[in-house]
Structure formats: structure tokens, C-alpha cells
């Protein structure tokens, strides 16, 4: 009998220094995870710091950003490596503007719609009430499911106003329909969310027919090639009347044939194996950096 109290007491003892232990261990591990995010959130700090110093010294020219198609560069910062690109903030359309317009003008609703029958879009008139219940302030939906505030509190701000809430878009428009279509990453080739100007320079066929609904399918063929970057109107391969017009606000879009913001990324990984990203947007006139966007740092 004693010797089994004994054993017990033994036992007992034994699990008690094993919890330490183990509670010992796992503070030690969260310890151990909390310094190394907080050496990436250091590091990502200084490649923003870096970085803007570095663009803010350089003159970019239209010629630099046009040809130099996203400007892709390696870096080796000493403890971190990484991916560097910047590219044109003015190649896609604001969704936002677009969208306000298609309330007023009857010929880019039409033009809006048939652009997503030709996409082979299920239910366009769906989608359609989905983006619009999206940017208005009200609860009233335009057609039966179409208002998602519910479930989603950053609607009806008057804007979509991230790849986020388009993807929720989307999402609940690919629930609704069974259509499996809509893809965030196309859209996000076309539209942007931001910005009232759109360089003509990097204009795709459908940014062309959704701006320009009046434009023949040659000239947006010409147009969409960009074989030359267009420094003036007289550039643009289509007749002079039309040079002129193109460049004309269309759709809540002003056009222009030159770049005054340029969109940043950079995706790294650090000598602590945390990896993140960052992006922002820098005007060249004076150099002043915006939009600024930081991903969760990510530690194994």
C-alpha cells in the first residue's frame, strides 16, 4: 500500500515536471516566433524605407515604364531576397467610375452588358445588380439576392474599394448563378479601383471596346497592337477626327497617352525564412508615395 502511494505521488510528480516542461517549450516556441516577425516587420521597414529613397532619386521616363513591360528585378539586400517590379498605375480602367457612368449613359450600360454576354457570362443582368448594390448606400435590392451588405459591412461606401470585395462579388455571383466564369485575376487586367485617368498606352481590346463602344473592331485591333508607344495624338493609328475623340472623358475615364503614377511590388522572403509583400504607388511629378498596402508577415 505504501509503495503504491509512493508510486503515485511519483507519477504525479513526474507529470507535473513534464507540463512545465512542455509549457516551458511551447512559451519558448511563441517567444522564439513572436522575435523573428518582429525582425520581418523590421526588415519589411527597411525595404520600404530603401525602396522609396531609391524611386524617389531615380527619373523614370515613359520610354523606361512603356519598354520596360513591368520592370521585373532580383533583390539581394544582404539577409533578404525578393522579387522588385513596377509597372504603369494608370493601365486599367477604375471600376467605380465605370460603374457610376453606367447609370447615365445608356450606351455603356449596353456596351457593359453585351461586353459580358461575349464573356460568356450566365446571368449578366445579375452580376450587373451585384456590382451596382455594391457602391450604392441603400439596402434595397435591384433584383432578388443582389444586396449583400449582410454579410459583408464594407459595401455600400460608395465604392469597391479592393481586389478583396470584388472576389466577394464574384464569389456570391458564382454561388447564385452555378456559373463558374468570372475570374478576379481577368478582371483585375481590365479594372482597377482607383485613379479618374487611363493611359491609352496599355490599352487591351476589351478596355477599348468597353471605353470606346463606337470603336470598329480594325482600329481596335491597331490600337491594342502598340507596336510604337503614342507620345501625341497624331500617334494613334486611326484617322485624325478620332485621334482627337479618344482622347475625350469617356465612361467617367479621362484618357491619356502618358503615366503619372507607377504601381510598386515587392514580394521577399528574410534570413528568418518570414516572407511578405508590399505595394504602393508613386506619383513621378513628385515623387510622393501613396497607397501604401503591407501584407500579414508570414513565419513558418
Known sequence: MRRGIVLFITLAILLMLSGVIFLFLHQSGVVKKSVRQNIALVQTNL??????GYLKSQNFTQDDIFYGAGIPVALDLGPVNGMFSIDSADRTININAYLKSLE?????????????????????????????DTMDKDLYPRIPGSEIRRTTPWFQNGSIPNRAALETVLSVYRQLSGDTRPDTQRWEEIFGFEGSVFDLNYAGPDQLRLLFPNLDPGAVERIAAHNSRYEKAGDIPVGEELQMELLQPHAGITPVLSTREVAVHIDYTGAQECSGSLTFRMGLKKKKITRLTLSTVRCP
Open 47 to 52: 525595404i520600404l524605407n530603401d525602396m522609396s
Open 104 to 132: 447615365k449613359e445608356q450606351v455603356v450600360l449596353e456596351t457593359f452588358l453585351q461586353w459580358l454576354d461575349e464573356r460568356k457570362i450566365k446571368d449578366p443582368q445579375l452580376l450587373l445588380a451585384l456590382l451596382l
